[in-house]
């Protein structure tokens, strides 16, 4: 053993630069997060060999003064904090005094810089952390750092730097997330001579995030807007037909810094939840804005995380904001972009049509249908009258968008989708599917409202049941009620079905009671009507939605496109699975090569 002894300054800013500095990429991100904090508008980058032989980043900020130059390379010095206090609400992006001095620990660095009163630049170098004194240089205001030969004195961790190519992929994806922070900076990238992006000043923020995520992001985003006094969520998300298999295209910022945050990923994965396929990813590119003092960013040494003081506040305000925004009905859900959006106006409106729409329903329905299906469908025309009626009270004020978006009827095709023909060309509808949204958020609504419509059976349905599904039933009956059904033992051995939601199939009342006591059984009545919820009503769903090869007439697949358009979340079914997609005449065009 030797005695303990204080490590060299060099060691320190080797072993820091371990956790600040993992590869050429994060270099980067500290290097452009520099920029930003100096107020640049105007920033570029060159990397040569992924970064790892050559990095050099210009900025037009206010740069160093001379005497600054060789402070600006020490560790825990920096000019953005100089308290506690303003530790707690830092608001600029870097803080710690430590991202140059790691790196001119384990490169050869060289640092060039103006300020605007000073008559030129000056620059120094650090080589294995010696400093040299500063010397006059010619460069604008503004500041240059230039990184050459990453660990080339710490050879052990060079080796796990990987092929040039993947250096390079990491670099650009920090590039990336900075650049989509700021559309209002230019930015530009080269690679070993070769211009990558070139990224012009003042750009409005759909037009940055589609030109990194892709026009097709772009075509499927819906925009996401919330302001409240203290926070504001902005950004884009895309619907989820444009789901992806990894999570490569989720960015999410807080307050300009792109993190990954539990909490922020969770109320987004959750706002999703009822609408994408689970082995699928969204997509996304959120601004979360809040006050500095609200947020601690100094979690992390590579400032990746953050923890936020008031973190389920947070979470309601994702979830809520962006579920809200995927909710939009059939008209605004769409992949094909020559559908006009809906504007807030009209999204309050189709809700409003909706929500006396299903009253009406309902009053039907207690009025008393015996056929389930076929009363589901003359009402379903009832609200076509009912449209026709708030329309006149309350007319649209969009005279672009057609009046039905999903069209109208032509036929069904094979008994499973309908096709209808609207403003833009063709729609495919998945009937099943279609409907069985319809019935989820149907049957959503009234569990939410207290009241959900039940339907007594003329002759109850009674089955075989076990000692334990009878002792759920008896100790659930208050949850059964709530979900709409009657059940009651009629022997120690039998139960029977006496009365069911109208939304579902009577004809398969013994399967449908069976799921719910299977459900209750297993997870208990308050978790069945709480988180175990949404999942019982999308199987319930399915019972009540048409099945494929009923044949429909047109006034009732019109009924269904109606109900569609005023559905939320009608684009996907309960399972993710798109509902309907339109094939403009543009595309038939094409198919058919007219006009070429
Ligand atoms: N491009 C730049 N333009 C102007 N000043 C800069 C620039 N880069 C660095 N500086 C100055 O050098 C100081 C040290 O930078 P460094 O990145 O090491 O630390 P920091 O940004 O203060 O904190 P952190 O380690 O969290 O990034 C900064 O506080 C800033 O004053
Ligand atoms: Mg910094």
């Known amino acids: 053993m030797t005695s303990i002894r204080p490590l060299p300054e060099l060691l320190i800013n080797q072993i820091a630069a371990g956790e ?60 953005k904090i100089a308290s506690l206090d303003d530790l707690q609400s830092v608001a600029s992006m870097g803080f710690r005094g430590e991202a140059l001095a790691s790196m001119a620990a384990v490169a050869q660095l060289t640092l060039t810089s103006r300020t605007a009163d000073a008559p030129h630049a000056h620059q120094i170098t650090a080589i294995d952390g010696q400093l040299s004194a500063p010397a006059p240089a010619s460069h604008a205001v503004g500041t240059t750092v230039e990184i050459r030969e990453l660990y080339f004195n710490t050879p052990a961790r060079r080796k796990f730097l990987r092929t040039e190519a993947t250096e390079y992929a990491y670099c650009e994806e920090a590039f990336k997330r900075i650049a989509l922070s700021r559309p209002d900076v230019a930015f530009s990238l080269q690679h070993n001579g070769r211009t990558i992006w070139q990224l012009a000043a003042g750009q409005d923020e759909l037009k940055r995030v589609t030109q990194f995520l892709g026009a097709d992001f772009g075509d499927a985003a819906v925009a996401v807007s919330r302001h409240t006094a203290n926070l504001s969520l902005d950004g884009f998300a895309a619907l989820p037909a444009y789901s992806k298999s990894s999570r490569d295209a989720q960015y999410f910022f807080v307050n300009g810094r792109f993190v990954r945050d539990k909490v922020a990923s969770h109320a987004l994965r959750l706002a999703y939840q009822d609408i994408l396929h689970h082995q699928r990813h969204p997509a996304y590119a959120i601004f979360l804005t809040m006050p500095p003092a609200a947020v601690d960013v100094n979690v992390h040494p590579a400032k990746s995380e953050v923890r936020f003081r008031e973190s389920q506040a947070i979470h309601q305000f994702i979830f809520h904001t962006v579920q809200q925004a995927l909710a939009i009905p059939a008209q605004g859900a769409t992949s094909a972009p ?67 978006p999903l069209g109208y009827a032509l036929a069904q095709l094979l008994g499973i989708y309908i096709l209808a023909q609207n403003q833009q060309g063709l729609i495919v509808v998945d009937m099943h599917a279609a409907h069985e949204r319809i019935v989820y958020e149907k049957l959503k609504t009234s569990l939410d409202a207290e009241h959900v419509a039940t339907q007594p059976l003329l002759i109850p349905v009674s089955f075989y049941a076990d000692a334990l599904d009878i002792a759920t039933v008896e100790a659930s009956q208050e949850a059964l009620q709530m979900l709409g059904f009657d059940i009651a033992p009629l022997s120690p051995t039998t139960l029977a079905v006496r009365a069911m939601p109208v939304m579902l199939k009577q004809s398969e009342a013994e399967h449908i009671a069976r799921e719910v006591i299977a459900e209750l059984r297993e997870f208990g009545a308050s978790r069945v009507l709480t988180e175990r919820r949404n999942e019982l009503l999308s199987t319930l769903a399915c019972h009540g939605a048409v099945r494929a090869n009923r044949i429909l007439n047109v006034t009732e697949m019109n009924a269904l496109l109606r109900e569609m358009e005023q559905t939320e979340r009608s684009g996907q079914c309960n399972h993710g699975r798109p509902t309907w997609f339109q094939l403009s005449l543009n595309d038939l065009d094409k198919m058919f090569m007219r006009g070429q």
Do not use: C
């Not at 290097?31 to 920033?43: H, K, P, Q, V, Y």
């Not at 900025?59 to 010095?77: F, P, Q, V, W």
């Not at 020559?338 to 049509?353: I, K, R």
């Open 338 to 404: 020559s559908t006009p959006s809906v504007t807030a106006t009209q999204h309050n409106f189709n809700l409003a049509q909706n929500n006396a729409a299903y009253q009406i329903w309902e009053m039907q329905k207690h009025a008393g249908q015996s056929e389930v299906a076929s009363g589901k469908w003359e009402s379903n025309t009832a609200i076509t009258t009912t449209d026709i009626s708030i329309s006149r009270v309350t007319p649209s004020t969009d005279h672009t968008t057609d009046e039905h």
């Open 20 to 79: 600040v500095i993992e590869r050429p990429a994060s270099a980067l991100k500290e290097l452009l997060e520099n920029s930003l904090d100096a107020g640049a508008s105007d920033i570029s980058v060159m990397l040569e060999a992924g970064g790892v032989k050559l990095m050099r980043i210009r900025d037009n900020g206010r740069g160093i003064a001379k005497d600054e130059l060789a402070y600006a390379l020490m560790r825990h010095a920096t000019s």
